[in-house]
């Protein structure tokens, strides 16, 4: 997602941090008062797949 998408008010935007080190960003999507969407975030920076991790593995 661009930054006009992620700006829209269906979208809400979480940062995870550790001090002043940015560890993650994650999104979800309003899709209707009932559902929502998990909007993929890529990687950034040295980030390296972990391939013991399941949390959102396809």
């Not at 809400?12 to 994650?26: A, F, K, M, Y």
């Not at 999104?27 to 797949?49: N, Q, T, Y």
Request: a negative charge; charged letters at 25%.
């Amino acid at each position: 997602m661009d930054l006009t998408e992620l700006r829209s008010p269906d979208i809400r935007l979480w940062t995870i941090w550790e001090d002043e080190t940015l560890l993650g960003v994650g999104a979800l999507k309003r899709l209707s008062p009932e559902h929502g969407e998990i909007v993929e975030c890529p990687p950034f920076g040295d980030h390296v797949p972990d391939p013991n991790s399941v949390f959102m593995t396809p």
